[in-house]
């Protein structure tokens, strides 16, 4: 069965480091977002992307995130200068549609910033 | 801005038990999931549902659009169903969700 991937699934980095984190949606899925959950809390919204574009964010995908699709499969999450409150895991999510459709989500990464 | 409620926040069952977890949102909405995490991190759609009832396996889902809540049953509960259980809403147009704050079950043999 076609599945969502991340790729690390564990990254450690230092305050200010860049990041890039990644993942592979299935093959026709058209819609992607990431969500985050930092510990013991609940799962929130960063982003959609749809059609090569941010299609939705939240007001946490601030000016140090930013998303890319470089080619047809891969779609990233950079940091561009980590702070210690993005430690948190990353999740990847796609769908065929935007609307009322199932969401499959990756494994996640974790990110840890020390 | 959507608000979800989840109840309870912890639930300890005994095997065999029917379990029940309750999701309350504030602002009508034309579809609501029920996510299942497990321990070590990796999140599962169980149901998509927009009007009555859905069933998977042991697993039922309602929903009640006028009065703004939906209910996940768990039929003969067995200790590999102990995970966090999400309830979550569309919050834009191109389907990104908001997230409950979960439900923690532990399902004791």
């Known amino acids: 069965e076609p599945e969502v991937t991340q790729t690390p699934s564990h990254q450690v980095t230092q305050m200010g480091q860049e990041v890039i984190l990644r993942c592979v949606p299935i093959s026709n899925h058209l819609y992607f977002y990431w969500y985050r959950q930092i510990l013991g809390q609940k799962v929130e919204f960063l982003v959609s992307?749809?059609?090569?574009?941010?299609?939705?964010k939240s007001e946490i995908f601030d000016d140090q995130f930013s998303v890319e699709r470089p080619d047809g499969s891969n779609f990233t999450l950079k940091i561009r200068s980590t702070k210690l409150e993005d430690s948190a895991m990353y999740f990847c999510?796609?769908?065929?549609?935007?609307?009322?459709?199932?969401?499959?989500f990756g494994p996640g990464t974790r990110l840890t910033v020390l | 801005k959507n608000e979800v409620e989840q109840s309870p926040q912890n639930l300890t069952a005994q095997e065999g038990e029917f379990i029940t977890i309750n999701c309350s949102y504030s602002v009508g909405i034309s579809a609501l999931h029920w996510l299942q995490q497990h321990p070590g991190g990796g999140i599962v759609s169980l149901f998509m549902l927009s009007s009555g009832k859905k069933k998977h396996g042991r697993l039922i889902a309602t929903i009640n659009i006028q009065e703004k809540h939906s209910s996940l049953h768990i039929t003969a509960s067995h200790p590999r169903d102990s995970a966090v259980y999400i309830c979550a809403v569309r919050g834009g147009s191109q389907g990104n969700l908001i997230f409950g704050k979960g439900t923690k079950l532990s399902v004791k043999p």
């Open positions: 999510a796609s769908s065929v549609t935007g609307g009322k459709d199932t969401q499959y």
């Open positions: 992307f749809y059609n090569n574009e941010i299609s939705e």
